[in-house]
């Protein structure tokens, strides 16, 4: 069932100088992706559903989070990331995945593993018909990608990291096959939340084509690690 979490952003100064939380009360990681310049951004509801805080991981500096809309069905989720200043948005392109494109997931796999770094990796659509609105790709995910982006070699937005693929009889493809959320899903769940969202597009432009370092640097800068807390237990002072 599709539901609506917050509709209200409240940016309060209190918000913008939350400090940094107990990270022993870190319960789980994903990544996120800035999709307007108001700091909107997309990443995957499996992330942030049931999470008490939410916050994102931003110039050293965990910021708060207001989870706008989640989708379970599609696993979309729109967040917004509380920031005073603007953020630089991903690209979206609208053209369908075909098999053999190639494509990037950038994410922040097991970042307390590996120092919080961005990691890229690269492969082609292995498949666009395994789901509805998904598409499987032989790109190396692990736990913290999900919500990351999926770009193209023109460094556009066109999915969402969500799982690593396994098949109807329980036998795994390994983590070198992952599935992601096609954009035109993530789109479909932006227009019904109802609200406008300064979305930016491109074409695709065949004649330009980025290289992985050049993916990297272009959009390193709309990515971030997101993190979910459990509520801190009262501290006691014994006498």
């Not at 050293?60 to 920031?83: F, H, L, N, P, R």
Request: glycine share 10%.
């Amino acid at each position: 069932m599709k539901h609506l979490l917050l509709g209200l952003l409240l940016l309060s100064s209190q918000c913008l100088a939350a400090p940094n939380p107990d990270m022993t009360n870190l319960t789980s990681m994903g990544t996120g992706a800035y999709i307007t310049p108001q700091c909107q951004a997309v990443t995957a509801t499996h992330v942030v559903e049931g999470a008490v805080i939410v916050k994102a991981l931003v110039g050293g500096k965990w910021v708060d989070v207001i989870v706008m809309y989640a989708d379970k069905e599609t696993d979309v989720a729109i967040i917004q990331v509380i920031s005073s200043t603007p953020c630089k948005p991903l690209v979206f392109n609208k053209e369908p995945l075909i098999q053999g494109d190639t494509i990037y997931s950038l994410g922040y796999p097991r970042p307390d593993i590996l120092h919080w770094e961005l990691v890229l990796t690269q492969g082609v659509v292995a498949s666009t018909n395994i789901f509805k609105g998904m598409t499987l790709g032989n790109l190396s995910t692990a736990p913290g990608n999900s919500g990351g982006p999926l770009l193209n070699s023109h460094g556009e937005l066109v999915g969402i990291s969500d799982a690593i693929y396994t098949d109807p009889l329980g036998l795994s493809f390994g983590s070198t096959y992952s599935l992601s959320v096609n954009v035109s899903t993530i789109l479909e769940v932006i227009g019904k939340m109802g609200i406008h969202l300064e979305l930016k597009f491109g074409n695709g432009n065949v004649f330009f084509k980025m290289s992985p370092q050049g993916i990297v640097r272009e959009s390193a800068e709309s990515i971030f690690v997101i993190g979910t807390f459990k509520i801190p237990e009262p501290s006691v002072t014994l006498k």
